[in-house]
């Protein structure tokens, strides 16, 4: 094993901050990351042990135990419950004989619930040593544990069914695309490089101030403005700056992203490409989520397509001096680091904590070098506005929202899929466009986004209004929306919460636990007026954008539908004790051997 | 004299003045002005995780470890809306770990709990929970009580063996993250190192052993005064 | 006008608070002359005889009596009182609740360094003993509780005060000093 790893760790050139790779490729070969090889990454890396422990531990696809030679990472999402997720994991548990997060005694097959992994449009899905499964139901299950029980290989297993196929084969994953578009933004077949050419006969300023003047903003939630972003880059000087095409949409409910990556990668590279040339950015990095790695292949050979026609490399497109690569920087599974800087951490090989502001990313970033971070969606928006011009961008849209927005919609619809949409549509007009109709909610912008109810369907996605990165969960009319949707996504943000901060840290907890308390029966009128204070407390004392709205779900939830929190409360009492005095002698009359005698007491 | 300083700022209307860089917490210091935080240690990297320095920077909650002075800031402190939220967070971090001050040889020199009696906290709002997250005894000079750790990074960010750190974080999220103790680093701490990790640890999670109780109750640090009166009295 | 009328248990308490309480030193015979006492300890009347205005409760609840009699408090006082931090937050007796009830009762019937003549191994199980909860309970986990005076025993300014307070209706001020959790 020393000489694995230390070969592995020749091949990062010994560099602690490519921590991440040398720990995927430590998993990838052991089905885990052995003690013995914590030890010597610790020793050649001259760390604690304890220190590449906080590392490992801090990812969900990092793991000190097996995870099993075939290891079954089913989503668990509410999404994937509202198509049959519940039936397809009791498939799984009987087929292997085992519960999930847990591995089988020979060590052949773990089942592992995993945290929204972007299929919520053809759920359930799973993610099969890197190889998604979509649409899985009993059948499906049966046949997959069948076919590891008998030894197949996994890419043997998927049924193809892939949109894509690139040169070295087919895309083996059974994803769809399910693109819906309704364009007014030229969507491909242009031909790749022509708007870099037409880029690089501006200054780098030029193209900055375009950006600026198209009023584009960023696409992955929050929706700062680009051209500013990048100007305040330019303004922090430095030999060495760094583009970072954030990759790691990890908002349950969003997909678009992998469609783009999928479908578009070379109006990514091309916009990357663009980006690194106005911002004097010699590299450029994508931080691939790990549920997507099974596009890493696929995207390496566009790269080198790219490189290949002098798209990408040094004097790119004949420009002397303009020399810009990409690389592709895999993440280990965690939804904070989809925020700039903890993605800018795990970038560097350590926990990705988001990091306190100032200085900003744009002052001292990637390595402490000046550093834009952009979404996917938002890079690829920089080439048609070059191509066409700002005005004609803000030409589309709202006044304060130019262009398109996809949309990654799923749910209670007709048609799951992505949507391109102009800025402006109503909720109304969206839920008629997929098909949806006996609607109780829209979960706007997933589960750290708002809650609304039809009273406020009239309401328009823009960042003047209703502001998304994209995730529209639409939820029926039959649902059980606290129960399965509220519940499980405050404690989706327990799970994913670094847990840096005291606030988003243990306050969730408190309020997941006050939330069961209603749920099950035991609150007042005055537990939900204190569950509301106590949820609005977070916002503004956490750190990061996942602290700050990890209680939205409870927070837009009282205030859309309070008559659903007054319909499992006692409205005659203004105390409620959760106490049951027979679970709680349970455990001691079994041991002195007595029969519990709960009346007398 | 202060007047030779660089940067000139206010805290809830109080003129103060700070050297270019520093932290508005150290330069609240400096002035006086008592902010309270229970993961920040001078000169050390500031961490932002207990965020009980809270504080209001131009209008905008910032906290007072993490942000420099910048001139014509303007600061607001010991405001009803900011003492409320601090309160909340120390009333979190009480339910949220085990911290049962007459057992344990911090009371009386802790500052989780010096910050509850400078609210006076009589009872936290929030139910306990509590949490079962271990004892590490393993070193000769350390008793390491994870279900006293407020998870400030102090023990992480200053407490090292030959450059490495002794603590660190594990897990991640509401419920598994805790702090543990490197073994083999922690078991070549010589007896002043662990004193200076005792001291470090604003609560009694990293404890000296065979030390116990060594002021009487009555002579301890926070027995007669709140906490910041030393910055505040000054 | 007749006295306000109290009342004090101890529940999974160590009765520090109690002597806490007496600890008023001369303050006592104001005490009497101030209210009228109950079911309590200090007079040793066993069940309440009438409605209370005020319980001051000490101690945690480890077993089903305290629940009992808690909930028996709650019913007959106006106003509630945890004292102490046993009734706030279960104190020491909850150090406990980070072990599994078997683990407690084999240790002190059967393992225990002092359980010597335990020879036949017997584990209390009679059923007029009450019977041991999964954990120790926070007394505002099973009633609703007004006021809370802590500390390990809380002063006796601290209980002294506050009675005075609740009895004269006077806002209660708190130096710094009297509010101590240890």
């Known amino acids: ?601 | ?234 | 006008m007749s006295k306000p009328v109290l009342a004090t248990t101890s529940l999974a308490g160590c009765f520090g608070c109690h002597m806490s309480l007496l600890d008023i030193d001369e303050r006592i015979l104001e005490l009497i002359e101030l209210v009228e006492f109950n079911k309590s300890p200090i007079d040793d009347i066993k069940t309440f005889t009438k409605q209370c205005d005020i319980g001051l409760i000490e101690g945690g609840c480890c077993n089903s009596e305290n629940i009992e009699v808690l909930k028996d408090f709650r019913k007959h006082c106006k106003i509630l009182v945890s004292v102490g931090e046993c009734a706030i937050m279960g104190g020491l007796p909850a150090l406990r609740n980070g072990l599994s009830v078997k683990e407690c009762i084999e240790e002190a019937y059967l393992n225990g360094p002092t359980v010597g003549l335990n020879t036949e191994k017997i584990l209390p199980n009679d059923d007029e003993l009450p019977m041991i909860l999964d954990r120790v309970y926070p007394c505002h986990e099973i009633v609703k509780i007004d006021y809370y005076l802590p500390g390990c025993p809380p002063t006796a300014d601290l209980i002294w005060n506050a009675l005075v307070a609740l009895v004269t209706g006077d806002e209660l001020k708190l130096p710094y000093e009297v509010v101590k959790f240890d």
């Open chain 2, 1 to 234: 004299m202060n007047k030779n300083k660089k940067l000139y700022f206010e805290i809830d209307g109080k003129a103060c003045y700070a050297e270019d860089g520093q932290s508005v917490i150290d330069a609240a210091k400096a002035n006086g002005v008592f902010i309270p935080s229970l993961c920040h240690v001078e000169g050390v990297k500031a961490a932002g995780s207990c965020r009980v320095c809270n504080v209001k920077i131009n209008g905008r909650n910032m906290t007072a470890c993490t942000t420099p002075v910048t001139d014509g800031m303007v600061v607001e402190n010991d405001i009803p809306e900011l003492n409320e939220l601090r309160q909340a967070i120390i009333e979190v971090l009480f339910v949220s770990g085990n911290h049962f001050c007459p057992s344990c040889e911090k009371s009386g020199n802790c500052e989780l709990q010096a910050l509850a009696y400078r609210y006076q906290m009589l009872v936290p709002r929030f139910p306990y929970e509590f949490p079962i997250k271990g004892v590490d005894a393993s070193s000769e000079h350390i008793f390491h009580d994870r279900n006293r750790c407020i998870m400030c990074k102090r023990c992480i960010r200053t407490v090292t063996k030959d450059g490495k750190n002794v603590f660190a974080f594990n897990g991640r999220g509401g419920e598994h993250l805790h702090v543990v103790m490197d073994e083999k680093l922690a078991s070549q701490l010589t007896e002043e190192e662990a004193q200076e990790a005792m001291e470090i640890c604003p609560v009694g999670a990293i404890l000296k052993k065979e030390q116990g109780y060594l002021v009487p109750i009555g002579e301890r640090k926070f027995d007669k005064l709140p906490i910041g009166s030393d910055i505040e009295n000054k």
């Open chain 1, 1 to 601: 094993m020393k000489d694995k790893i230390a070969n592995l760790l020749k091949q990062y050139d010994n560099d602690r901050s490519r921590l991440i790779d040398i720990l995927l490729d430590i998993q990838e070969i052991y089905h885990q990351v052995p003690d013995e090889a914590v030890g010597i990454l610790a020793d050649q890396l001259d760390l604690s042990k304890v220190d590449v422990e906080q590392t490992i531990s801090f990812y969900h696809f990092l793991t000190q135990t097996p995870i099993g030679e075939y290891a079954i990472y089913l989503n668990d999402s509410p999404g994937a419950y509202m198509y049959g997720r519940a039936e397809v994991a009791k498939a799984f548990e009987e087929e292997v004989g085992i519960s999930f997060n847990s591995v089988t005694q020979d060590g052949l097959i773990g089942l592992w619930d995993t945290a929204d992994i972007g299929m919520n449009d053809q759920d359930p899905a799973a993610i099969i040593n890197g190889i998604v499964f979509t649409e899985l139901d009993p059948a499906k299950v049966k046949k997959i544990i069948g076919e590891i029980k008998d030894g197949k290989k996994v890419e043997d297993i998927a049924e193809n069914v892939a949109d894509v196929i690139y040169t070295k084969g087919i895309l083996r994953t059974m994803v769809k695309n399910h693109i819906h578009l309704n364009n007014p933004i030229p969507y491909d077949d242009q031909e790749v490089g022509s708007v870099l050419k037409q880029a690089l006969d501006l200054t780098p300023e030029q193209i900055v101030s375009e950006i600026k003047e198209s009023n584009l903003r960023g696409r992955g939630g929050a929706g700062f403005p680009t051209g500013l972003k990048w100007e305040f880059c330019r303004k922090s000087g430095g030999d060495e700056v760094y583009l970072i095409c954030n990759a790691d949409e990890g908002e349950p409910g969003t997909f678009k992203e992998r469609v783009i990556l999928t479908e578009l990668p070379k109006m990514l590279f091309e916009g990357m490409a663009i980006a690194g040339y106005a911002l004097d950015a010699r590299q450029g990095i994508i931080y691939l989520r790990y549920e997507y790695r099974y596009l890493l292949a696929y995207l390496e050979d566009v790269l080198q397509e790219m490189r290949d026609q002098n798209l990408l490399g040094k004097n790119i497109a004949g420009k002397t001096g303009f020399d810009f690569d990409i690389r592709i920087q895999l993440g280990a599974g965690s939804y904070v680091c989809g925020e700039e800087s903890g993605l800018i951490e795990s970038m560097e090989g350590k926990r990705g904590e988001p990091r306190n502001r100032p200085p900003f990313p744009v002052e001292s970033g990637y390595l402490n070098k000046p550093t834009v971070v952009n979404n996917v969606e938002t890079l690829c928006r920089v080439v048609p506005i070059i191509q066409n011009g700002a005005d004609w961008f803000k030409s589309i849209g709202t006044k304060e929202s130019a262009g398109t927005k996809f949309l990654s919609i799923s749910g209670d619809c007709n048609a799951p899929g992505v949507y391109q949409v102009e800025w402006g549509m109503t909720i109304k007009e969206m839920l008629k466009m997929v098909g949806a109709t006996d609607v109780q909610a829209v979960k706007v912008g997933g589960p750290s986004g708002t809650c609304i109810d039809p009273t406020q369907f009239g309401r328009s996605i823009a960042f003047e209004d209703l502001a998304t990165g994209g995730s529209m969960i639409i939820i029926g009319n039959k649902r059980d929306l606290l129960k399965d949707f509220i519940l499980p996504f405050t404690n989706f943000f327990i799970e994913e919460s670094c847990g840096s901060c005291a606030p988003c840290r243990s306050l969730t907890v408190i309020l997941r636990d006050k939330l069961t308390r209603i749920i099950d029966g035991n609150g007042t009128q005055s537990d939900i007026a204190e569950l509301y204070d106590w949820a609005r407390l977070g916002q503004t004392a956490n750190r990061c954008g996942l602290g700050q709205t990890a209680a939205n779900p409870i927070i837009t939830s009282i205030e859309n539908f309070r008559n659903l929190y007054e319909d499992l409360v006692k409205t005659d009492e203004d105390y409620l004790s959760a106490f049951n005095m027979e679970q709680a002698v349970a455990e001691s009359c079994e041991v002195v051997g007595r029969v519990p005698n709960i009346k007398s007491h």
